[in-house]
């Protein structure tokens, strides 16, 4: 992993998940979705523009690559900055939905699993609300189409 950066606006909850499991600068294991994202979009910086860090953007660390050497590609434009971060929320999702998908069995009410799952993940308690809404909406989301995904029995495999 190189020690060149790129810069990203991402939600205040999102930040704290990513530097809670990857720490600061952010650095991606090395197989990972994003890490594949950011190599992709990566371009020559350009000369006119560096590479400056805004109030409330992180720093996620760019790997290296042998078609893409970091010294000369590391610069992410205004729209590849916007992909690495749906990426980003996506495994947020999974996480999130993996890890809270199947609460109701254990008569649990969803704020305090919600609750705990931001303790357990680096994640003030101050958007305990928001983490809960973005958990119902997608649960509500394949409701509405008719699937169910919660789970109705105990997992006996564990």
């Known amino acids: 992993m190189s020690n060149f950066v790129v810069y990203l606006k991402l939600k205040p909850f999102i930040v704290q998940w990513l530097t809670f499991h990857y720490g600061t600068p952010v650095r991606f294991p090395d197989q990972s979705a994003e890490n594949a994202c950011i190599r992709r979009f990566l371009t020559r910086q350009p000369t006119s523009m560096p ?4 109030p409330g953007e992180i720093a996620i660390c760019i ?3 042998k078609q893409k050497p970091v010294v000369t590609y590391n610069h ?3 729209h590849a900055r916007a992909a690495v971060a749906d990426c980003i929320e996506d495994t947020f999702r999974l996480q999130l939905w993996h ?5 109701e069995t254990l ?7 919600v609750r705990a799952w931001c303790q357990n993940n680096g994640i ?4 305990e609300d928001t983490v809960k809404m973005r958990f119902q909406r997608m649960r509500n989301a394949y409701l509405k189409s008719g699937i169910d995904l919660r789970r109705s029995s105990r997992d006996h495999s564990k």
């Open 99 to 103: 890890d809270l998908n199947g609460f």
């Open 76 to 78: 992410l434009g205004s």
């Open 51 to 54: 590479a400056v860090c805004q």
């Open 107 to 113: 008569h649990c009410p969803l704020l305090k699993a």
């Open 124 to 127: 003030s308690i101050d958007y």
């Open 63 to 65: 790997p290296d690559s």
